[in-house]
Every structure is written in C-alpha cells, then in structure tokens.
C-alpha cells in the first residue's frame, strides 16, 4: 500500500516563519559531529529560541539502519510488505474515516518509534514545559527525523491544541526530505481537521529517501540499507557525490513497484476481475 503524507497548504510564508524554516534547516540536517541514531530507538533534540519569535523547537534525528524502518516484529505491520499498519485510535483518534470509522494506516516502525519517545523520553514534559512558558512549539527533522516529527506534530494538535488549550498556538512542524507516512485516509483526517496548515514539507524532486516506502520494505532491506549507507554521515561507505551505482540500482526497485501498485489500483478502481489480479497481489504483496 503507498502512503501518502499532505503537502502543504494554506496562505505563503510570512518573513518570521522564513526565518524559523532556515533555523530548522539548520538544525535538522545530520553533520558528522551528531551521533548516529540506533535502529532500535529514536531520539530527539529541544532548543529555545526567542527569534523570530519564543519557540521550543523538537528535532527528531533520523536513523540510518534499515531495520529503523521496518515494524520490530512481525504482528506491528502484519502481512504488509510496506511496513504500514493501523494507528492506534487511543494515540491518534482523529486519523480515520469519518464515513466508515476505518482507522488510517500509517508506517508500524515510526509510529512504534514516536510511541518510543513518548513513554521513554522527556519529550512529553518537555512540550508541556514549553506550553506552559507559552512558547511557539515546533517539531523538524530530516528524512525518518521528519516522518516522526509529523507524527509528533499530530499527537500535538491532538491533545493541546484541539483538546482545550485555546491560548495555545498552532504548532508549526517543517521536514526536510522526510519518507511517506500514511495513507489516504490520514491525509484525507488531516486535511480534514485544518492541521495541513501547520505542515510543510520540503522535499528534492529526485530524492529517494521519501521514496523508500514504495518498495515492499523487507525483500529490499539489503537494498535500503545500502541507499543509507551510501547517504549517512556516519557509514564508511558515505559518498553524497561519485558514480556508485547504489542510487539507480534502488531507484528500478522502486519504479517497478511503483507500477505494479499503479497497474493494480486501477485495475481495481475499473473492477478488472482478471485473474491476473489475484497473481499480482499476490506476487507483490499489493492490497
């Protein structure tokens, strides 16, 4: 299943957010001083600002393992190939179908990881802190960083901003190259809850990162693993420059799947029963 984030929307920058986004930017982006973040965990930052603006900003660092990406067993994302599952309604209760009640399906491996934060970090007493010192909250962080980052910005409109706090600004969260994260009803809840006005996401119109969970995650996880390699700060293998063939390599799995998914949901959207539906699902894990 392709997942699909909203782009954002709403009315142009003004200069202060400007400035806030070039200050994200800065921060987010991983420098070979940062240490790397484990597969197993994810972690974030939090610096006080008070130009442009008061603000607390949360910056999640990305992980450079492909096991980061994938649920931690198989029961999180179930028989998914992409890695996605059902968001837990207790944490994200507005991310459904109004219609049908069917809960929106995001990735299992970064929902687990935000959840992570939230019952083994500080990173709940440290947004109430900042609620509390009326600060701007933010969350920003660069590829998988950005993807947890908009999960956080989420659970933020959840529970602060929706839920009472009515002097409490709306949070403003930038990513910068972050994966996909859910699917079309998540896109269609957020849009739908006035939230994609807080939401801006940057992404190079040939980045592969945000690209990564169009392929079926575990029978490319070697591949995966070396697209990171080639691209962490932190690998031997680093080279954001030369002529490795890692990038092209990965780029024909992901084409591939990309049409199969293509070919399958409009067939699916026509009724197309050809039996050579039930093949390509089946084959490619497509549902």
């Known amino acids: 299943m392709p997942m699909d984030t909203p782009p954002p929307r709403g009315a142009a920058l003004s200069d202060d957010d400007r400035l806030l986004v070039a200050h994200c930017a800065a921060l987010s982006f991983p420098s070979a001083s940062r240490s790397p973040t484990s597969a197993a965990s994810a972690s974030f930052q939090v610096h006080h600002a008070s130009h442009p603006y008061p603000c607390a900003a949360f910056v999640f660092q990305p992980t450079w393992s492909a096991a980061g990406w994938m649920p931690s067993s198989p029961d999180a994302g179930g028989r998914a190939p992409f890695g996605d599952a059902?968001?837990?309604p207790a944490l994200f209760p507005?991310?459904?179908?109004?219609g049908s009640g069917v809960p929106a399906r995001a990735s299992a491996a970064f929902v687990a990881a935000f959840r992570g934060l939230l019952d083994g970090s500080p990173l709940q007493t440290e947004v109430s802190?900042?609620?509390a010192e009326e600060k701007r909250v933010?969350?920003?962080g660069h590829s998988s960083g950005g993807s947890?980052?908009?999960l956080a910005a989420i659970w933020f409109l959840e529970n602060c901003t929706r839920r009472g706090?009515?002097?409490?600004?709306q949070p403003f969260c930038v990513t910068f190259g972050a994966p996909l994260v859910g699917d079309n009803v998540f896109n269609h809840a957020v849009r739908r809850e006035g939230w994609s006005q807080c939401i801006l996401h940057f992404i190079m119109p040939l980045d592969i990162i945000p690209r990564i969970p169009l392929a079926p995650l575990e029978s490319s996880r070697e591949q995966i693993q070396s697209v990171l390699d080639w691209l962490s700060p932190h690998s031997p293998n680093f080279s954001p420059v030369g002529n490795s063939l890692v990038i092209p390599e990965f780029y024909e799995t992901l084409l591939r799947s990309t049409l199969s998914i293509a070919s399958y949901e409009a067939c699916s959207f026509m009724g197309c029963t050809s039996s050579i539906l039930g093949t390509l699902t089946s084959f490619h894990g497509i549902h």
Not at 94 to 98: E, H, K
Not at 165 to 169: D, E, G
């Open 86 to 88: 059902e968001v837990d």
């Open 94 to 98: 507005s991310l459904r179908s109004v």
């Open 129 to 131: 802190k900042a609620v």
């Open 138 to 140: 933010v969350f920003t």
């Open 148 to 150: 947890i980052a908009t």
């Open 165 to 169: 706090s009515v002097n409490q600004a």
